[in-house]
């Protein structure tokens, strides 16, 4: 009557929802993000509670099985803490209170290695690097040194570390049976099958990345802490854990990493930043050309260039978070796009 094709206006108003969703999703991003990781801490746990489960005897409920892998994750947080914490806090301590004597002196970078053609041009780098620190730079260290503040003004966030673990335990829980609610809610009966593969794909992809970038982050540590506290460097085991952390950013984090190992070692006295650079270059081929494809397998592999924009693009929507959550963000699309590909290409048959 006013004109307006009903088919149309269907597929406006799905548009529109689909929009109104987006938008509801970036407003309580926050939130959202708690129980996304809360999500992926569960998938880390999920091969611990069913071995747990297949070890105990059949008597013993899955609840039991899931508080055991509980308590035991509870122990070895605290043992950690004991041996780790301490040396964690004091390099951090340290280093918070050098740095910004450190960065004024000029000697460090004396030992900075340079490319053959670019040494001569070494005095005229140090002279920039020395105007920059004593214009522009001055507004770097007061926030360097106020640092620390604003950790501690973020402690609110020290509810979300307690948070996660006990959302964790409720997926781990009731995870089946809440995806089988919503699938039953939301998908008519003709294509709950395809719903399902497409879950069951998301559910092996989603446990395959998270185990996979743990694996890759303890290894990193590994290899980092032993080579540098071997070299002789100082604030080994801090230097570890940020390199430990880069694993969890793709492409970006690893670099960023190095490039802090570099820059911190270089300032307090390291006289090994050549060989650390080409310690890091070989320690980058073994992990992504052997270690990673290996524990990633074949459904989170992507071209490299998609995961660049993705990161690129997840930083500007949700900073750190969303270049942690690009690469599966991506490959869940994947899986979605070559199911439904395939189930297209068969009833065309």
Same mark, same amino acid.
């Given at each position: 009557?006013?004109?307006?094709?009903?088919?149309?206006?269907? /597929?406006?108003?799905?548009?529109?929802?689909?929009?109104?969703?987006?938008?509801?999703?970036?407003?309580?991003?926050?939130?959202?993000?708690?129980?996304? *990781? =809360?999500?992926? $801490?569960?998938?880390?746990?999920?091969?611990?509670?069913?071995?747990?489960?297949?070890?105990?005897?059949?008597?013993? &409920?899955?609840?039991?099985?899931?508080?055991?892998?509980?308590?035991?994750?509870?122990?070895?947080?605290?043992?950690?803490?004991?041996?780790?914490?301490?040396?964690? !806090?004091?390099?951090?301590?340290?280093?918070?209170?050098?740095?910004? =004597?450190?960065?004024?002196?000029?000697?460090?970078?004396?030992?900075?290695?340079?490319?053959?053609?670019?040494?001569?041009?070494?005095?005229?780098?140090?002279?920039?690097? %020395?105007? %920059?620190?004593?214009?522009?730079?001055?507004?770097?260290?007061?926030?360097?040194?106020?640092?620390?503040?604003?950790?501690? &003004?973020?402690?609110?966030? =020290?509810?979300?570390?307690?948070?996660?673990?006990?959302?964790?335990? $409720?997926?781990?829980?009731?995870?089946?049976?809440?995806?089988?609610?919503?699938?039953?809610?939301?998908?008519?009966?003709?294509?709950?099958?395809? #719903?399902?593969? *497409?879950?069951?794909?998301?559910?092996?992809?989603?446990?395959?990345?998270?185990?996979?970038? #743990?694996?890759? &982050?303890?290894? @990193?540590?590994?290899?980092? +802490?032993?080579?540098?506290?071997? &070299?002789?460097? +100082?604030?080994?085991?801090?230097?570890?854990?940020?390199?430990?952390?880069?694993?969890?950013?793709? /492409?970006?984090?690893?670099?960023?990493?190095?490039? *802090?190992?570099?820059?911190?070692? @270089?300032? @307090?006295?390291?006289?090994?930043?050549?060989?650390?650079?080409? $310690?890091?270059?070989?320690?980058?081929?073994?992990?992504?050309? !052997?270690? +990673?494809?290996?524990?990633?397998?074949?459904?989170?592999?992507?071209?490299?260039?998609? /995961?660049?924009?993705?990161?690129?693009?997840?930083?500007?929507?949700?900073? /750190?978070?969303?270049?942690?959550?690009?690469?599966?963000?991506?490959?869940?699309?994947?899986?979605?796009?070559?199911?439904?590909?395939?189930?297209? +290409?068969?009833?065309?048959?």
């Amino acid at each position: 009557m006013l004109g307006i094709d009903p088919k149309a206006a269907r /597929v406006a108003w799905t548009v529109f929802l689909l929009a109104l969703l987006v938008a509801a999703a970036y407003a309580v991003r926050e939130t959202l993000a708690v129980f996304v *990781i =809360a999500l992926l $801490f569960a998938y880390l746990l999920a091969p611990l509670v069913g071995f747990v489960e297949r070890i105990t005897p059949h008597q013993v &409920s899955p609840r039991i099985a899931l508080a055991i892998v509980y308590l035991a994750l509870v122990g070895t947080m605290i043992a950690l803490i004991a041996t780790l914490g301490a040396r964690l !806090a004091d390099e951090a301590n340290n280093l918070a209170m050098r740095l910004p =004597a450190l960065v004024k002196n000029p000697t460090w970078m004396q030992r900075i290695p340079l490319p053959s053609w670019l040494e001569p041009a070494r005095a005229n780098i140090i002279q920039r690097i %020395q105007d %920059q620190l004593s214009s522009g730079g001055q507004h770097v260290l007061p926030y360097i040194e106020g640092l620390g503040g604003r950790l501690v &003004s973020g402690a609110k966030y =020290a509810l979300y570390l307690i948070l996660i673990p006990i959302l964790a335990f $409720f997926f781990l829980k009731d995870g089946a049976t809440i995806r089988d609610e919503f699938v039953a809610a939301l998908v008519e009966q003709r294509r709950r099958p395809v #719903v399902d593969n *497409i879950l069951e794909d998301i559910n092996l992809l989603l446990g395959e990345y998270i185990r996979a970038l #743990v694996l890759l &982050s303890v290894a @990193s540590f590994t290899a980092h +802490s032993l080579f540098l506290a071997f &070299s002789g460097a +100082s604030y080994a085991v801090l230097l570890a854990g940020v390199a430990a952390l880069g694993e969890f950013v793709p /492409v970006v984090g690893p670099a960023a990493a190095g490039l *802090i190992v570099i820059l911190v070692t @270089s300032l @307090s006295g390291y006289n090994h930043v050549f060989l650390y650079a080409l $310690f890091w270059i070989l320690f980058r081929l073994a992990q992504d050309y !052997a270690l +990673s494809p290996y524990l990633m397998g074949k459904g989170v592999q992507l071209n490299p260039m998609l /995961v660049l924009f993705g990161v690129l693009a997840g930083d500007q929507i949700a900073g /750190v978070l969303g270049m942690f959550l690009s690469v599966p963000v991506l490959a869940i699309l994947r899986v979605m796009f070559v199911r439904l590909r395939r189930v297209r +290409s068969l009833v065309d048959r």
